[in-house]
């Protein structure tokens, strides 16, 4: 995520308007739905009831992964009539590169038991994998999960450590100086490329 005042260094290049944007995370919330539903129809099924729901959590990584979140939380509630239990992590101090350095520290908020739980992982962007393996560690100090399933909307590639999402949005080569930042909470939606100038 980039900050607004530093867009004065950086030049934007325009990926996807609001229309392709919204297709974009339409698509991508109805897969993560879909799935969601699968799984609990299947544990229903073991279960001998409809309680599945109740085992699932989503939790979203700060800053970008949080309005995603919600945004996932929202259709599973408008779609399915449950109020899934939803948090959201900040990685800061797990991270293993100099960017935790500069970064103010937010706070996680997990409001409840995470043991034996199945958790959406929610981000904006996934290139290196780090990001995730700290969010991935700092969950495990609060509890162990049943499963992590990893939902991005935009994969920049790059990976430099074995993390593949479960649900994707979009493919987007971008380069290690390229950056994307995704923009959901402004009337006109968008997902732009940044270039160090």
Do not use: W
């Not at 290049?13 to 539903?37: G, P, R, W």
């Not at 919600?70 to 960017?99: H, V």
């Not at 393996?133 to 074995?162: C, H, M, N, Q, T």
């Amino acid at each position: 995520m980039v900050s607004s005042g530093d867009f004065k260094k950086l030049d934007k290049i325009l990926l996807f308007d609001n229309l392709a944007t919204n297709n974009i995370l339409n698509d991508f919330i109805d897969s993560v739905l879909k799935a969601i539903e699968t799984q609990v129809r299947r544990s229903s099924k073991q279960q001998g009831s409809t309680s599945g729901f109740n085992n699932t959590i989503i939790i979203g990584i700060k800053e970008g992964g949080v309005p995603l979140a919600d945004l996932i939380r929202q259709s599973i509630k408008s779609r399915f009539k449950i109020d899934c239990e939803i948090g959201y992590i900040d990685m800061t101090l797990y991270r293993d590169d100099p960017f935790s350095i500069k970064k103010p520290i937010k706070s996680t908020e997990l409001p409840f038991n995470i043991e034996n739980k199945d958790v959406i992982l929610v981000d904006d962007v996934i290139s290196s994998g780090r990001t995730v393996r700290a969010a991935i560690d700092e969950i495990f100090d609060f509890g162990r999960p049943k499963s992590i399933r990893l939902a991005v909307f935009i994969d920049k590639g790059g990976r430099e450590l074995p993390i593949c999402p479960n649900f994707i949005g979009k493919k987007i080569k971008a380069g290690k100086d390229g950056m994307i930042h995704v923009d959901i909470l402004s009337k006109e939606k968008r997902v732009d490329k940044i270039i160090k100038k």
